[in-house]
């Protein structure tokens, strides 16, 4: 019995696989479509981790609606089994698929923790049913040998990737929660990545972290995970304007030059900025800073959420649409459960508290490294360095134009005029 196993951009795994433990002795792995260059090493690795089971992973790089349908005819497959997922496209793609196949479409959990949980709106509801109302399931076995892969052309093995989990649990875990806004320091599980492209799954990690000290502050991380999901799946028109009612005709500014200062790292801002250029440099950005670099586009400088959205969409090595669209909502103040819109970061008083001696500055913005940790959040109370430019804007007049701006607006909004 051959039953294809498809592997798509979020389940790149072989521990806690649902499809592939189903398949069994059957199972004929095959990843379709073109691979970008985040892609590329995901793929090395399960490539490499199925050829240690004796398999492989079958590359198909055609159109997936034509080539799995065509495949599965060729194998004469008794069924094709993969991972549902919540994004609107790859939803239509499943449904599609199914109409299009020789033969049944089995779909598998394994994208969150949990299943729908309701149609909660805020993050403390969707928390006390996941509590209540969540079973969760062990992980899945490791198959511990597949069958060899027929003859199709096939994604050649890589290096296999760093495991991330099990040093995050051993020397980090318990310090999660203190450590976690500290951008300094290696507070962070650093899986964010790996959540996406499910090089390691969700099940995976909560089970890992059960009963271990600091085990209850990450795993509610996860439980936000969750919820951005939730909110995707629900309402998937956030990916294309803000939840919240009052905010979809907001007057956002339009200034190509001050977007590009943010873009690359040059508002004068050093925590800002030293986000702007770990994007840049490294696809990854401290969560932390991400928020506060959200919050001073869309606050600060009055530009568009959605301009910065896309453009970490574009770069992020976790480029996430469940997680990105709320993140970026909710440091708008926009968006399902948003932090108050009247809520503005001072990237100030946020480097001074979560860097700050100013390490986490000096490794972004080397313009700054000799300025002193006193004043490296706010360089213009000193000798500004050659190089680095003076704040954009200032912060208590941006925050006031902001919050009367907003206010203005909203309560037009709710009047209906």
Known sequence: M????WFREKDLRVADHGPLAEAGGGAVPVFLGPVSERLAPRLGDLAARLEALGSGLAWVPGDPLEELPRLAAMLGAEAVLAHGFTEPAARLLETRMAGALPCPLRLFSGETLAGPL???RVFSAF???FQQEARLEAPSATPQRLPALPELPRWPAGPLLPDLLAPFLENRLADYAQGRDRMDRDGTSLLSADLHFGRVSA???WAA???RPGAEAWQRQLVWRDFAHHLLREWPAVLEGPFQAGFRDFPWRSDPALLEAWVEGRTGYPLVDAA???LMATGYVHNRARMVAASFLAKHLLLDYRLGEAHYLARLQDADLANNSMGWQWSAGCGCDAQPWFRVFNPVLQGRRFDPDGAYVRAWVPELAAVPARTIHSPWEGSLPAGY????VDHAQARERFLSLAKAHLRRSSSGS
């Not at 051959?2 to 196993?5: A, D």
């Not at 430019?389 to 954009?392: A, L, T, V």
């Open 2 to 5: 051959t039953n294809l196993v």
């Open 118 to 120: 309701g149609r909660h």
């Open 127 to 129: 928390y006390r049913s």
């Open 203 to 205: 099940a995976s990690c």
């Open 209 to 211: 972290a059960s009963g």
């Open 276 to 278: 702007a250029r770990q």
């Open 389 to 392: 430019p003076p704040p954009i």
